[in-house]
DNA sequence: CGGGTCTTTGAAGATAGTCAATTTAGGTGG
DNA sequence: CCACCTAAATTGACTATCTTCAAAGACCCG
């Protein structure tokens, strides 16, 4: 990996000023002279293969990292090895906060395709927020973001079943899809049906015939990874049976 | 409730400067002055009677709440009605943390019997934040806790049988006991058998089954919510099934 | 002491898991 | 470019686990 950065030159395309995902990663309203502290901190264009870890469980914390492009799986495991998907992250999306508590990331973070990362050395935003409260503030809504979809992902673990489960997946993939400027309803899945599996507390034999079955009813297409939302509003009231649309 | 503060001569129980549990709370190496700092912040001797909710998901966030004296739980609820307990909190825990993310609480917090809170304004706690970098740091340090904390609520929620579940919520309990200074291993359960489950994403009657069996084991002793650890390493062996100690 | 809640326990049923066989896809190298 | 090979996905049959439904018993608070 080499480092093309050039202080006395840094490239207009590798600063956060100039990134098109600003809006998704930075709080809104830095002036040019905080935005131009923050491009100083934040180290870009770290590359990654489809495969690579970002990180593993384990290692010295020192950044957190957001995905620029690609997408990534995050995953826990227990002493005798079964493994949690706890999340899958895309553009504009925050990795490596569970490192903060013990200077040691608690999950390991993959690439499922080729990608590209931010890296934000914590020392030195944790610095930079004492300067620009607003950024300071932004992390706090930023983890505390992170506890509240946890919160929802333990509902959904503890409380739905298989055909929920799948729904409020595909649902939540298609509407961070559609707010990055994709296609809300035909999208290509990164990932395998075990860690579909694994992340929604089912077997992949399960996913796959809970897809199938979707197929069946006509409410979604199937095609190996390539998933069509055909009918929407089932989906949704099966996750919230009461809420028609 | 009445306001026993008074700014000219506050008490000296109520001081986080003179609490018993300020090594739990707050980073250690405060100096005097900034632990003066925090006296003037924090609001202590909010009581509440069982029952009683401290914050309701939706409600306006404001603050951070500390257990003083007492037990919460807390929960999370879908449209359709399901409750999913996320937590339950003993002395020296904080709650709330879910509220920064948009201003508004993300959960339920009810005691689950006579408790005490010390209330943490969180706009003035940010304030200080970034005049003692320690207390900062602190907070991104617990809120960092709480999401490797709910990783591995999600691993159990994920991957574990119903034994396996219990014998994690029972350690996990014993040990937080002992380490307020309260037996591990002989303890009264603040919370119902509902409660258990729906923290564990079981059923009551799942629950109950299981400690019978535990009981009928001879691994535990229970007499309703007098609960005894008999073999602490069996249950640990449930969990863990290489690890024997 | 009494009503209501919580708990225990049993029996039957449903959901998802396990095991296994087959098909398909995608990557590699000839 | 194609054939192969491995990994992933689908599907079926069977089983285990947990849930549901039901009834009886125990406790606690007023």
Redesign the pocket.
Same mark, same amino acid.
């Given at each position: 990996m080499t480092n093309k950065r050039n202080a006395l030159l840094p490239s207009l395309r590798e600063a956060c000023s100039n990134c098109s995902l600003k809006e998704l990663c930075l709080p809104i309203g830095l002036s040019d002279t905080e935005m131009a502290l923050l491009d100083d901190v934040i180290r870009q264009g770290h590359k990654l293969k489809r495969g690579d870890y970002l990180f593993r469980s384990g290692d010295a914390f020192k950044s957190l990292f957001a995905v620029r492009t690609g997408f990534f799986k995050t995953s826990v495991s227990s002493q005798d090895g079964r493994e949690q998907v706890t999340g899958f992250h895309m553009s504009g999306e925050l990795m490596g906060l569970d490192g903060i508590a013990d200077s040691v990331y608690g999950c390991d973070a993959m690439a499922l395709e080729d990608s590209e990362v931010c890296e934000l050395p914590f020392g030195r935003m944790e610095s930079l927020g004492r300067e620009i409260p607003s950024l300071q503030h932004h992390f706090f809504r930023l983890m505390s973001r992170e506890i509240v979809h946890d919160q929802g992902l333990m509902l959904l673990l503890g409380n739905?079943?298989? &055909?929920? =489960?799948l729904a409020a997946f595909l649902l939540n993939l298609s509407q961070r899809l559609a707010y990055r400027g994709f296609a809300a309803n035909d999208f290509i $899945?990164r990932? %395998? =049906? &075990?860690?579909i599996?694994s992340f929604l507390? $089912?077997? $992949?034999? /399960? *996913?796959? =015939? /809970?897809? %199938?079955k979707f197929?069946q009813q006509g409410w979604i297409s *199937?095609?190996?990874?390539h998933i069509q939302l055909l009918a929407v509003s089932e989906l949704k009231a099966l996750i919230s049976p009461c809420a028609h649309s």
């Open positions: 739905m079943k298989a &055909e929920e =489960r $899945l990932m %395998s =049906r &075990e860690q599996g507390g $089912l077997k $992949l034999e /399960t *996913v796959s =015939r /809970t897809l %199938s197929h *199937v095609d190996h990874k």
